[in-house]
């Protein structure tokens, strides 16, 4: 097991017109410099499978050109004249962080197709357009006292001091300190401490804000508040009425029934959302009218993640620590879960919902992992919410009115969402023995099992058979592969 551990830390920033006018520029130069290598690499492939139809041996085919940063960046220098003429009025630097990010996309589609990557089969990366979310990363692991101000508000862009372009010397003093919106006095104080180091800063415009995201590797993990242990497993159903629903009621954040509630105002964000895009589709296209509606509607959108964010946050850190399995579902392909006025509020809830599941998971993948504990994932065709957590009896037909199960079998009458929750507890139980006969220890097998699961590909198998657990997968792949 390695000794590091890396996390994101991400801080608001707060920058001055004149420096998003620069931050900009840089994403779109470290975007130019993305598709480039991507373009260079598809086309060498194409190449290659175009001479391979025509019957050209193995041994005269085009060469697989270098996916290395080393090889690519010379190739970029040599040719930004052409590429981007005005490469002079940015520093070299936002280049190199999209060469760098695309060979680490092209790198993660290699190791996705030869198998030896974990999780999500990953395609060929896509390019970025103009819509695509600005970012734009820098990587310094020396230096690591420049990061932060005395004032513990302000971080810095460590721009190379090489460069002696009047120009550059001048971004490198508008880019020096950013301010933030809130105090990165304890990060600051771990790094002057050594007990942190910072791999590298990803600057990135989310949901109408700038946004800093430090990669910190800490020397050990950080100490997690000790929570009350309640149990051996518990399942959990995340869901669009509430934010969750828990096989087994924790207090503090549920209710008796086992509800986890959705944070405050989502509802009525969601329905001032919809306006917002009513108002959007009746806009003229480029008209400073829509400008300003499409950034009211980014913050609003922000605004509804963060606080599901956080909401999410308190869930998975309680479920992590006070139990030994915690049991999810697959990702949600539930079709039509969600009942409400407008198509639109609905497109949108639909949205958040995916987006905070893969948070959750991502979330507890790293917690469960770093206080020894275990997170099993249940196939999403596993029928969770079909079948009754009694008797086992599936219902063909469940409509989204029927907020309470009701079995014609046992005559079990539940709540929905429970009843749910309660079958992926059951399924996740029934995989742990699975594994446990196969060999002793659990908390150890569950690794096994996915690694095995890699390998074969499940296919159309009955539904609850094919299933996959996984546990400590390092936190630094999942975090930084989001
Ligand atoms: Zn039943």
Request: a positive charge; glycine letters at 6%; hydrophobic letters at 35%.
């Amino acid at each position: 097991m390695a000794t590091h551990h890396t996390r994101a830390v991400v801080v608001a920033l707060d920058p001055s017109p004149m420096q998003e006018q620069l931050l900009r520029s840089y994403c779109g130069s470290s975007r130019k410099a993305y598709n480039w290598v991507l373009e260079l690499v598809k086309d060498n492939l194409n190449t290659r499978v175009a001479e391979q139809k025509r019957g050209v041996d193995e041994a005269d085919l085009t060469a697989v050109m270098s996916w290395s940063p080393y090889s690519l960046t010379p190739l970029w220098v040599k040719h930004q004249d052409e590429l981007a003429p005005w490469h002079h009025d940015v520093v070299n630097y936002a280049f190199r962080s999209g060469i760098t990010n695309a060979t680490t996309a092209l790198k993660n589609f290699n190791e996705s197709k030869k198998g030896l990557r974990k999780g999500q089969r990953v395609g060929f990366p896509r390019f970025k357009s103009r819509r695509s979310k600005l970012s734009i990363t820098f990587v310094e692991t020396r230096n690591q006292d420049n990061w932060f101000s005395e004032d513990a508000r302000h971080v810095r862009l460590l721009l190379p001091r090489w460069a002696t372009d009047p120009l550059i010397t001048r971004h490198r003093e508008q880019l020096a300190w950013i301010h933030t919106t809130e105090s990165v006095r304890q990060l600051g104080r771990l790094v002057a401490e050594k007990k942190a180091t910072i791999q590298k800063v990803t600057i990135s415009f989310v949901g109408g804000r700038w946004q800093a995201a430090f990669s910190v590797r800490y020397a050990e993990v950080p100490a997690s508040r000790p929570v009350k242990r309640r149990g051996p497993l518990v399942g959990v159903d995340l869901g669009v009425k509430h934010l969750a629903t828990l096989s087994q009621p924790v207090l503090g954040i549920s209710d008796e029934a086992g509800h986890v509630a959705n944070p405050k105002h989502l509802e009525t964000a969601l329905v001032r959302l919809a306006r917002l895009n009513r108002r959007l589709a009746r806009c003229q296209k480029g008209s400073s009218n829509r400008t300003k509606i499409v950034r009211q509607r980014q913050r609003l959108y922000g605004r509804v993640t963060k606080t599901r964010d956080l909401q999410l946050h308190r869930l998975t850190t309680t479920l992590a620590g006070s139990f030994d399995v915690v049991a999810i579902e697959d990702l949600y392909v539930r079709g039509m879960t969600v009942k409400r006025r407008s198509s639109s509020t609905r497109g949108l809830s639909r949205s958040i919902l995916d987006a905070s599941f893969s948070e959750l998971r991502r979330q507890l993948t790293y917690k469960t992992a770093d206080r020894g504990h275990a997170l099993v994932v249940v196939e999403r065709f596993f029928p969770s919410s079909k079948m009754c957590s009694n008797c086992g009896e599936t219902r063909t037909k469940l409509t989204l009115s029927d907020r309470v199960y009701e079995c014609s079998n046992c005559g079990l009458s539940l709540d929905r969402d429970v009843n749910a929750a309660r079958n992926i507890h059951r399924e996740a139980l029934r995989l742990l023995s699975i594994t446990n006969t196969v060999a002793g220890n659990q908390l150890e097998t569950l690794n096994a099992v996915s690694r095995h699961r890699e390998t074969e590909a499940p296919t159309g198998v009955d539904a609850g058979t094919v299933t996959r657990a996984e546990s400590s997968i390092h936190p630094r792949e999942q975090l930084l592969s989001v």
